[in-house]
């Protein structure tokens, strides 16, 4: 079955600093996946999306993150960190046979000023 | 635009009581999934409507929940005599077409809260 692993449930870095936000996904080559932010007291919201082609995917807000099979990971990435970008972050991958995503556990970034 | 909404946004109960969640998509969306979202662990779905075909189910995790839905419109998560593991906020999304690389739009989600 698809399914994906966030390590690290609590993420700090300083304003300014590199983002880096790790998922892994279960062995079998999935054929999308997907970061979703959950800012405080929002709904999640679409980050980017991984579908085919080019393997270096750009999302909102400055964040990318890269479809890397030979790790079996879709780590996300920012340059430099904002104040805004502290929120919690989602990796995710449809569940084998069925128009549902399976989430990892969450990764909650905090941005120190 | 209007986007995914949902309510009560906070739901108090005593353990036994049953609760209704109502959950309102985004006008021309045809596919709707609820999830729960216990703290510290990642969305668990729970049921997913697409069109007029039969609801995915395999995510609700006793008898004690259900879901309607009614057409392309309004959906209802109920769950009979509540216990405190329901405790959990209730997220529900909707997307144009239910393809899985779809986006899905979320909304602010229902806190429930079993004493």
């Known amino acids: 079955a698809q399914s994906v692993t966030q390590l690290g449930s609590h993420v700090s870095v300083s304003e300014g600093a590199l983002v880096l936000l790790r998922c892994n996904y279960s062995s079998s080559v999935p054929p999308y996946l997907f970061w979703y932010v959950q800012y405080p007291n929002q709904g999640l919201q679409l980050l980017l999306k991984y579908t085919t082609g080019a393997t270096l995917v750009k999302g909102i807000n400055g964040f990318e993150a890269e479809f890397k099979k030979s790790e079996t990971s879709f780590h996300l990435t920012k340059p430099s960190a904002h104040m805004s970008d502290a929120a919690e972050y989602f990796c995710a991958v449809p569940r084998a046979g069925a128009n549902n995503l399976f989430f990892g556990t969450g990764t909650r970034l905090t941005v120190i000023p | 635009g209007a986007g995914v909404s949902q309510s009560p946004s906070n739901k108090v109960t005593e353990k036994g009581k049953d609760v209704e969640l109502r959950c309102d998509p985004i006008?021309?969306?045809?596919?709707l999934y609820w999830y729960r979202q216990r703290l510290g662990q990642g969305l668990e779905f729970l049921i997913y409507f697409q069109g007029n075909s039969a609801p995915d189910k395999s995510g609700l995790p006793s008898d004690r929940f259900s879901a309607e839905r009614t057409g392309e419109s309004v959906s209802t998560l109920t769950i009979q005599r509540t216990q405190q593991e329901d405790s959990a906020v209730y997220l529900c999304?909707?997307?144009?077409?239910?393809?899985?690389?779809?986006?899905?739009?979320f909304g602010p989600g229902t806190r429930l809260t079993v004493l």
């Open positions: 999304a909707s997307s144009p077409a239910g393809l899985v690389d779809n986006e899905q739009f």
């Open positions: 006008s021309g969306h045809t596919a």
